[in-house]
């Protein structure tokens, strides 16, 4: 009996195993380098039919063919700079383990560049999506942002890298901090030569990658892992050029790498709108009008004067204490038009348009310097440090003229203009803001697998100081009795003081759960002082105190929170219940004294899931409850007579907005087909959102404003809570290599939709804007000497208002941009450059260019025996379009705004890189360091990001 049953349970393992087939791993490895090799391609072709199944190694040269049936087989192994290995392999019914298979390096430079079939671009693990820098090919001088900027899912939007729908918050490289929070700076100062692959993830905050308990703070985060033969050595870039009309950059980016211990030293000087300096800038400094926002192609709005200089660094104390920081400053200097266009959607006077015309110069100095201190006395037991200081010093000064218009004959399809108000306004000012913050945690394993204990402390200190004198001549044409002539000193002082404390306790319940108790308190006590002297005897002597006041906020909040947590190789789960006693007190101690105290009390639940289709393949959705206290501005009780037509107050009643968010998360990366796929979409519903109430109407009642001088058309905003808010995003995006190209092609589609409330004459109003994205790139993936990203994007735009009272109003607006980035380069160290672009406005303000086209080119001559120098003549903006052009979209009305921009302008530069390494690289065998546009074999990849804790099983 026992014989029968046992024949009969192999019988059935068998008949299952050759049902669901078994697996082949292995190991690909390189005999020259005797390192494993990730990306490799391996093909395991079933015979006789030669149907072919692909895979790619990871990180560790391992690959993986799940449910192979039972039969011969050929296995095929392809790596960049090595002979293809084949190899015969049978499959019968248990799992097939070949070991390490060792590809020999090609004996000859031609079959050094022979690559059968692609690179494959990368890989999805889990929550991170990783990319092979090797599949998506730049020019020698490229930087980081170049290569990066090719990703799928990755794009430029007002100036900023966003990657799959999210703006990028911080770079690291090799698990490390890279100036700070400066995501720009950092992608611009690295070349993309040393770059092994590129890992795009969300960030948790130090507490949770301890913990394994995500509380919510998340970063989108790019982290850059160098080739290891590129992490001892300097290399970087200086540059200067010269053009007519006084025109002038230097600038220069230097990396010092000496394993765990790095110095980056940056700094740039200008007059032609560059923001910071590029390893990866095209010759000329204006090349790629990708400064900063606001539609200009050149440096965006205004003409600036601009100098910098950032230090950044890295290393390892000892073997138990790593540090890093960063030091930034800049002096900034602007220039600047604007025409603002506002069109109200309702108003006391039909059709109520308004249009002002000012000139405005800013100087801005600022120093940030931010300190990491991370101590590791063992495994069980870690202390961080993160102190944090920036300083910035403001002077302004504005001079402007406006004009409120109406249509006084609304039967008429002529608009028959009339006009209410003009004003004249001059204002200087000064500012100084501080801000010193530290972040102090320290983390604890016991002795029992899962049981941890968190304690954090936070400090943040603030202080604003600022004078502001001021000139307004309103002239109101309906009621030339209300015409008025103000000239004050406004001070405004407003210091602030926040702690918050926290620790949080957690223990295993289970082989996959852990549970978690946390207690937090915090303080934010706000005290602003805002006082207006009349000018009266030749001296700002006489204090008005209607326009006067001083206010002190006091935000005490308590909070419990209990959370489990359920984790294995396929899903995560992670639920919670908070419970929120928050106190607000507000008091006025000028001009007179009262007091307002509330009490709030909230349950605050979330919830988490996570679950992987498989290792290329997951989806993430989160739910989250917050709320968020009014600033002390919006508190304050104070006019705001900045701009007589337009007073601001504050409201002492304000409540704690509350709101629910939802966000879903799916990725893919597959890796027969290359296709990367990723969907993001949020929402968000906010109850007691902080709105603006707008009155127009009997505005001499209105308690602040008796004795005040209100001309026609003024109006009084003040914020108020109401409820309605919503908003939701959605954002996709698809790549995948074109063969037949030899370039990467991805397409990226996205929908918004926000719906504000507003109150208008104390009558509840909506305002909805809907947005249509859509976008597409081509980049080049065919050689170092031919490289280009040809890219499109449209922007549809619905605005609606309930306060709209004309039907055939129209408000709705379309913007393209469309752009090609080119480099050329030619015999003998012959470079051309070129970048078009072209943007296309429809719904905007009526005498606004609809059609803008960008050019820039340039041409180089690599000089030197090394080839490192470079001597470039460029110009910038060719066809003198270069324009600023920007919406905004408003509770009452829609502005357009035009400005000043940097226009055509020519360049002579000289540029050398800079690259010295310690050792060979791979494949070159003893040679001499390569010239910056020689290839070399990609190094070994591997991960530096700090492993993620809590993952996995406990």
């Not at 072919?52 to 095929?76: E, H």
Request: proline share 3%; hydrophobic share 30%; with cysteine.
């Amino acid at each position: 009996m026992k014989s029968c049953l046992l024949f009969l349970l192999i019988f059935f393992s068998a008949l299952s195993a050759h049902a669901q087939g078994v697996s082949v791993t292995g190991t690909v490895s390189s005999a020259y380098h005797k390192e494993t090799l990730p990306g490799a391609t391996v093909q395991l072709i079933m015979l006789p039919d030669s149907t072919r199944t692909a895979v790619g190694t990871d990180k560790d040269g391992k690959f993986i063919f799940q449910g192979v049936q039972p039969g011969s087989y050929a296995l095929l192994i392809n790596y960049l700079g090595h002979q293809p290995l084949s190899k015969a392999v049978q499959v019968q019914q248990v799992a097939v383990h070949l070991g390490t298979l060792t590809l020999v390096e090609s004996s000859t430079l031609l079959k050094e560049i022979e690559v059968v079939g692609q690179i494959p671009p990368g890989t999805q693990k889990g929550d991170t999506t990783v990319f092979n820098a090797a599949a998506f090919k730049v020019s020698d001088d490229a930087s980081a942002e170049d290569l990066v900027t090719k990703l799928p899912g990755v794009t430029v939007t007002d100036g900023k890298i966003q990657a799959q729908g999210e703006d990028v918050r911080q770079v690291l490289v090799d698990g490390k901090r890279f100036f700070g929070e400066d995501a720009n700076t950092a992608l611009r100062n690295l070349p993309a030569e040393v770059i092994e692959n590129i890992e795009i993830f969300d960030k948790k905050s130090d507490q949770a990658e301890f913990s394994g308990f995500d509380d919510g703070n998340r970063a989108k985060t790019i982290n850059i892992v160098t080739k290891k033969n590129r992490r001892k050595g300097q290399f970087g870039k200086v540059a200067a050029g010269v053009g007519p009309d006084t025109k002038y950059m230097a600038g220069a980016s230097v990396n010092f790498f000496d394993d765990g211990r790095r110095l980056t030293v940056n700094g740039l000087a200008n007059n032609i709108n560059m923001q910071d300096f590029s390893v990866g800038e095209a010759p000329g400094g204006g090349m790629r009008g990708r400064r900063r926002s606001g539609g200009g192609g050149s440096g965006g709005a205004g003409i600036s004067t601009i100098n910098t200089l950032g230090l950044n660094y890295n290393d390892n104390w000892g073997e138990k204490i790593e540090v890093s920081g960063h030091y930034n400053y800049s002096n900034n200097h602007n220039e600047n038009n604007r025409l603002v266009f506002q069109d109200y959607f309702k108003s006391t006077f039909y059709d109520q348009q308004n249009t002002t015309d000012s000139y405005n110069t800013n100087r801005t100095e600022n120093h940030s310097v931010n300190f990491r201190f991370d101590y590791k006395p063992n495994d069980r037991n870690r202390l961080l440090i993160t102190p944090r200081l920036s300083l910035q010093n403001n002077d302004t000064y504005s001079s402007s003229m406006g004009l409120s218009v109406y249509d006084q004959n609304p039967e008429n399809e002529v608009y028959d203009q009339a006009i209410l108000t003009s004003r004249n306004n001059s204002s200087t000012a000064e500012n100084l803001t501080y801000n010193l913050s530290n972040d102090i945690n320290f983390s604890h394993r016991f002795n029992k697998p899962g049981r941890t204990i968190t304690l954090g402390l936070n400090l943040n200190k603030t202080l604003n100081d600022g004078e502001n004198y001021q000139i307004n001549d309103v002239v109101d044409f309906q009621r030339p009795e209300k015409s008025k002539y103000l000239n004050q000193l406004i001070t405004a002082s407003q210091s602030g003081f926040t702690w918050r404390g926290n620790v949080a306790v957690a223990e295993k319940v289970g082989e996959f759960a852990r549970v978690q108790a946390e207690y937090s308190v915090s303080n934010r006590n706000q005290d602003s002082e805002r006082l207006a002297y009349d000018w009266e005897e030749n001296d700002y002597t006489n204090l008005n105190t209607r326009l006067s006041n001083s206010f002190v906020s006091d935000y005490l909040r308590q909070n419990g929170k209990a959370s489990y947590l359920y984790n294995t190789e396929k899903v995560r789960v992670q639920v919670e219940g908070q419970y929120q006693v928050a106190n607000l007190q507000n008091q006025q101690e000028f001009p007179t004294d009262y007091q307002l105290d509330r009490t709030f009390h909230n349950l605050l639940p979330s919830a988490q899931l996570e679950y992987k289709f498989s290792k290329t393949k997951n989806v993430q959705l989160d739910y989250r409850t917050n709320v968020d206290a009014p600033s002390v501005s919006q508190l304050q009780e104070v006019v705001d007579n900045n701009n007589p037509l337009r007073f601001r107050v504050g409201n002492t009643g304000l409540v704690q907005e509350f709101s629910n968010s939802a966000n879903l998360r799916y990725r893919s990366f597959n890796l027969d087909t290359k296709r990367v796929f990723t969907f993001f979409v949020n929402a968000t519903k906010t109850d007691d959102y902080i709105t603006n109430s707008t009155t127009e109407v009997n505005l001499e009642s209105e308690p602040l404003l008796r004795g005040l001088e209100i001309s026609q058309g003024a109006q009084l905003i003040r914020p108020v809570n109401l409820d309605g808010s919503w908003s939701t995003r959605a954002f996709m995006s698809f790549g995948q290599p074109v063969s037949f190209l030899k370039s990467n092609f991805s397409v990226n589609g996205s929908m918004g939709f926000n719906k504000t409330p507003g109150l208008f004459n104390g009558e509840a109003f909506f305002s909805t804007s809907t947005n249509y994205g859509l976008g597409a790139s081509l980049s080049s993936n065919i050689s170092e000497n031919i490289d280009f990203n040809a890219s499109t994007h449209s922007s549809y735009n619905v605005v609606n208002s309930t306060l709209t009272l004309r039907a055939q109003q129209n408000n709705n607006y379309f913007i393209q941009n469309s752009s090609l980035r080119a480099s050329l380069k030619f015999w003998k160290g012959v470079i051309y450059r070129t970048e078009v672009s072209h943007q296309y406005n429809a719904g905007l303000s009526g005498d606004i260019n609809p059609h803008i086209t960008l050019l820039n080119m340039s041409i180089s001559k690599r000089v030197f025996k090394s080839q490192k120098g470079e001597i470039s003549l460029s110009v910038n903006d060719l066809l003198g379009q270069n324009v600023s052009v920007q919406r905004v979209i408003a509770d009452a009305y829609i502005q357009d705004v035009q400005s000043t921009v940097l226009q055509r302008f020519f360049m002579f530069t000289f540029s050398y890189n800079i690259r010295s390494f310690t050792g060979a690289a791979p494949g070159e065998r003893g040679r001499s360091q390569r010239a910056p546009g020689d290839r070399e074999d990609r190094g070994t990849r591997d991960n530096q990001r700090p492993a993620r804790q809590g993952g996995g099983r406990y």
